[in-house]
């Protein structure tokens, strides 16, 4: 059983930049894969970007794809999403997740195990 608490969200100008954490408690932490998902009001919720349990691999989604980075720190039990170049279409609220699953980037979100409650981020135009 791992507890996940989002922080870092708030309201930044379009071309800003967030740094997202996520807090875990548990000694399994860095035998999981980790991942962020978003959704914004009306929409379901979207892989955003995902890392192996060893932060060797990463996976993002086209839309952040060469703005967005995940890392996790395992001494900390901590992953982070560093976000620039923000877009008003980043809008929404963030929810880290973890995998249990061994040896996958998953980017489903059914194939996630353990749910944050989410931290909102607004980007005004």
């Known amino acids: 059983q791992v507890q996940l608490v989002e922080s870092g969200g708030g309201l930044v100008q379009a071309g800003g930049s967030l740094r997202l954490s996520c807090a875990a408690s548990?000694?399994?932490?860095?035998?999981?894969?980790m991942g962020w998902f978003r959704q914004a009001p009306g929409k379901e919720r979207e892989f955003v970007a995902a890392?192996?349990?060893?932060?060797?691999?990463?996976r993002y989604a086209d839309s952040v794809k060469g703005r967005f980075t995940i890392s996790r720190d395992n001494a900390k039990n901590t992953v982070y999403l560093q976000m620039n170049s923000l877009k008003p279409e980043d809008t929404a609220v963030y929810y880290c997740?973890?995998?249990?699953?061994?040896?996958?980037?998953?980017?489903?979100?059914?194939?996630?195990?353990?749910w944050g409650q989410g931290t909102q981020v607004t980007v005004s135009s």
């Open positions: 997740a973890a995998d249990r699953t061994r040896g996958r980037i998953a980017t489903m979100r059914v194939e996630y195990d353990y």
């Open positions: 548990g000694r399994t932490f860095s035998t999981y894969a």
């Open positions: 890392i192996t349990w060893n932060g060797i691999s990463t």
